[in-house]
């Protein structure tokens, strides 16, 4: 359904294509992977970033709910 709204068409659809496909067509489709797969990975960092500059460390609060989970049983 979100490829669907993100690129306008759906999974039969793509099917279809990619039976039919050109390489300016594979070459396209790469395009677009390398595109959201950059977007996702700079998205990613930067809320990283974004959670440290807040002051959440997440590998404490994983390493205490371990410990917490354990002491629990």
Same mark, same amino acid.
């Given at each position: 359904?979100?490829?669907?709204?993100?690129?306008?068409?759906?999974? $039969?659809? /793509?099917?279809?294509? *990619?039976?039919?496909a050109h390489s300016? =067509?594979?070459?396209?489709?790469?395009?677009?992977?390398?595109?959201?797969?950059?977007?996702?990975?700079?998205? $990613?960092? /930067?809320?990283?970033? *974004?959670?440290?500059?807040?002051?959440? =460390?997440?590998?404490?609060?994983?390493?205490?709910?371990?410990?917490?989970f354990i002491y629990?049983?």
């Amino acid at each position: 359904m979100v490829g669907e709204i993100l690129m306008g068409f759906d999974e $039969s659809t /793509l099917a279809y294509d *990619l039976q039919r496909a050109h390489s300016a =067509d594979i070459w396209f489709l790469r395009a677009r992977f390398w595109l959201w797969g950059g977007i996702a990975c700079a998205v $990613s960092f /930067l809320l990283g970033h *974004l959670i440290a500059h807040l002051g959440v =460390d997440l590998y404490d609060s994983a390493w205490e709910g371990f410990w917490n989970f354990i002491y629990s049983l």
